[in-house]
């Protein structure tokens, strides 16, 4: 299988240095790009690879960055999201610890498209040690000309800041991570404007995931069609997915779009822990909906299959869980998670994942009264699709596909029914 | 106003071009619920009550209608089982943690939630299993209190705070579920203007004054007009049983007075309303009888005065009695007094009471009136500038409407003061001149080369004035405020300025405009290494094209191109000058002369209530002494105040609540008082009086004792009141009073410039004292006036350290 991304993961940090990561062939595609395209052809370049934006929604990234005004009163800025915070998901952590330069390199390639001579790294409080990498990685690439003033003799300057956020979930949505990057209060923005119109500061700003933009620099490099030619027609190239739960060897593991969820379980993760049988998975993070184990059969990991399965391929967070797993506690917990990081800002968000907890807990103590459960999907039913940002919904869909795949593991938290399970056990 | 076509569950209807979606359903009778929505505020689009079904275009999620601009052809559903199901939804959420304890809540009645529960709740719960989550309950200022558990998170009282006072004073804390309305501290230090109580929609904040006190469904609420500054602001005053117990611009069933102000109002004109029904008020006349004031009746008193007036006029003539009155009063008090000096006495000497803190109106309406801005026309200025005076403590209205300037409407401000303002924040330039040396900007506008000699005298940038100046002659609406700081020749200047800075042609103005609002927008404000603006920083950096918010209903007309908001002092002053209760118009005596003469010319004084002791500040053992020296002294006041004490009768008089008539604002706007409540004790309005006076006297003013019939006599005689009256004010609400414009041909320009010239080169002459001594000095006029509202000029400048002990301060301006 074609590594793209990952192919400096085996110096286990090695790559830090800008000497190893120019020796193993970085540093390539920045002069190229630079010296041998325009703005307009590297946009052109990354429409050909049908490159989708790795946070999570998915969106073309080339479709993104031609939004970007050419002509623009405010400076425009390159935001790269590494506040990674989706329960299950860790690969941009990888990404950044055993090969930043990649991300570098793909940052400046594409402020160089979207004409951007500002851009921020705005990363995860909780990675703190990772921003210190960063910076140095930053520092090394200022020194060596990659950065600052008249890039590579070719009249274009770029400036590159690492920003740490301070531990908020909503902070991954773009603009609550704009909001937060310029001091304030991490709350989503209203939408429209989009970024890309009135962004950071008021310019015209292009978020983007740390793994979509460290793909730039191969797609300079080696060509779109090329890069497309890895993955699907729909979704191209390589993924990195997180596998997490009971499998034998959880990892990051770079998988071109297309493969089957069996197969990474089966061969990359080397099959379910104890070799019980699979429950239940999510293939994408803790906020999209929950796959049984029928379904995971089908599934193969690019977006398409994802949507006619109902569910969304996300951050790439795979929890694999087994058949000893009670989903009713798994839910719960997710649900604790989304109540604990609503920002507060919309009613149905803020008060919903309260109620919502509220019930789980009393559910989780055998509390549960009946009409509970239609109670449950209800209120998630109310949150879904009206909540101010997408966090309503990450909140929501969980709950409401764990009540329709795995409803008996909610229903026996009801008290009436778990007398009468007692008594038949009985 | 353009117009386009939406169709409204199925009925096609015009909104105007640009309009909220929420608001233009709200003007075609589709009432739409809402929390986080306000007129006067940015969008939030957080309580999710106002969804409605966009269908064309087509929009697949909800949308909010308090975020979307209304556009032409669209096609929007209200009325759907989605829709209500949403709303509903949002209701059973808001109140899934909600005490529900509205039978002791302050607000139940008026209460938003309760209103939208009602109106489109469920008539079920499904939350009765849950525990709640408590908050204490806790009072986080003097005059507001805070229950958080009431709270909703649409925080109107944030913004409020922020948009409107420019305080930050509450704000949001925590996060999540957790989220509370609360400050920095828990301690909320702010100029308690009260607007977030007002704006909150459920009882999370309350009025401290109002708590436990009425139930809303028991108050008469009364239109009336505020008293305690010449902003003129329309409040709702709140009576229950006969008494005044609130007043608010705004109460929670979205009933507004309707003024000027729309939903602001002050703390003064909030909370100073407990002095309606002191224990201290005077509650019948009194007569001195040796040492001591005696209660007497109103005959017994009337005929009093009236002997001991008619003794004192027959021994040393009409001249030797005085008549002062407050310039608070209503327009009929003043008129009745003017006429009372005129006809039932024979006196020349009737003047409304100031000190030489007033405006300088003779001069300002010499030559007759400039254009005088109104609060709409200050809100769609722009240029303002501002020169002396603080509005943020003095005129909080105008303040508001000047950040409103700025805020919304991308105006320049420019501020010429010698005192600190928390208005600077919005400035784009703020000259700190030296105090007294004012006068010298009016030098400087008036011509270009005298910049360097001004700004000499007011020690301050040249540059910054060149700034100042280009500016204004760049703009097509400016718009002046002044204080009392513009004194003499630069008052009369004001008139010139039309002449000297004549309006650009269309284009080149729209022009100029253009280039400045591209400026403002390309503007990026740096701190340190990463670019980031500042918290004040104005909106249309950012965004120019936002939903209208416009507070003015329609937009002003500028006849001119300069307009002006002289800042005077009181209530009504441009009342008491244009009823002709001012000194000069008949060459009788100011007040402060009348007070100056007493036991002299003076014989015996009418004070009609004012406190002339009490306002003499560090002099008030002379003033004092002064008022003994008369013969006789007749006070018409609400207190026993100083001056009273002094008095050989004293009248009991009403309070503005309980006094019915006009008043005229700073824009020149006159505004009908509504009696709220009867008048406390045997308190009786100052015409009725004065003109019962006038009747013991021997004449007859004619007004039958019928109010009516003093305004009706002031419409016909006064000029630019013709066409008013009561019942007609009482329609319309504001009405700028037009007076004739000033008479170009009889300016003397060459003599205002010379007198202006001189007064800046006195003060360039007086300039050898040490500047640093001047700047400590800055700022202790202000104090001096107002020793107790001066918290934000300290916290901007805090007082300079003590100099040397025993070293004199030097005097700058020898008076």
Redesign the interface.
Known sequence: MTKVLTNRFHLLGGACDIAVYEETGGYKALPKALKEFKPEQIIDEVKKSVLRGRGGAGFATGMKWSFVPKESKRPKYLVCNADESEPGTGKDRDLMRYDPHQLIEGMIISAFAIGSNASYIYIRGEYWYIKEILEKAVAQAYAKGYLGKNILGSGFDHDMYVHPGAGAYICGEETALLESLEGKRGHPRLKPPFPAVVGLYGGPTVVNNVETLAVVPHVILNGGEWYKALGTEKSGGTKLFTVSGHVNKPGNYEVPMGYPLMSLIENECGGMRGGRKLKACIPGGSSVPILTAEECGKMTLDYESAASLGTMLGSGGVIVMDETTDIFETTRNVTHFYKHESCGWCTPCREGTRWLYKVFERMHRYEGRPGDVELLYDLADKILGKSFCALGDAAAMPVQSAIKKFREDFERRIKTNLVKIQKAAD | METVKITINGQEVTAPKGELLIEACEMNGVYLPRFCHHRGLT?Q?????C?VRVDNPRIP??QTAC?MPVTDGMVVTTESKEVE??RA??I???L??HPVDCPVCDRAGECELQDQTYGFGEDRI??Q???K?NHLERQISPFIYNDPQRC??CKRCTRVCEEWMDENAIT?L??????VISSFGGWVECSNCGNCVDVCPTGTLLHVPYKYVARPWDLKQTPTVCNFCSDGCSMLAGIRSEKLIRTVARDGRGRTAGGINHDFLCSLGRYTIDFVHSKERVDRPMIRRGENLVPATWDEALSFAAKRLAEVREKSGGDSIGVISAARLLNEDQYTLRRFADNAIGTKNADFYHDDDEIDLASFFRNGAPAIATQAHLQNAEVVLLIGSDPNEENPLTAFSIRWAVRQKAARLFIVNSVASRLERQANVALRVREGSENAILAALLDEARIGEAADAMGADADAVRTIRKAIQESSRVVVVFGDELRGAAVEALALLEDVLPALDAEAADAARKSYI?AL??Q?KSSN?????SINENPY???VERPTLEVAAEPARYETKFSFVPLVRYANTMGAALMGMAAGEKGGKSAQAMIQAAGGEIKALVIAGEDVVGKANGHASTVGAQLAKLDFLAVTEMFLTDTAKLADVVFPATSFAEAQGTQINNGLQIQFVRRSIPPVGQARPDWMIVSQLARMLGADLGFQGQLKNVFKEVAATVPGFGGLSHNLLANEGATQIRLAAPDRGTINAADVRERLAGEVARVNRSLAVDRDEIAAQAGSRLKNRYPLITRYSEMINPEAPATEEGKAVPTVFPA
């Open positions: 969008p689009a957080s309580c999710r009550m969804v999620k909800l975020t199901e949403t939804a949002m059973e959420f808001l899934a943690n499904r939350s299993y849950e525990d989550e909703v998170t949001v925590n996060r999540g579920s957790a989220t591209d927008q390309r990026v290494s990463t670019q980031k603006p950096t950012y965004i």
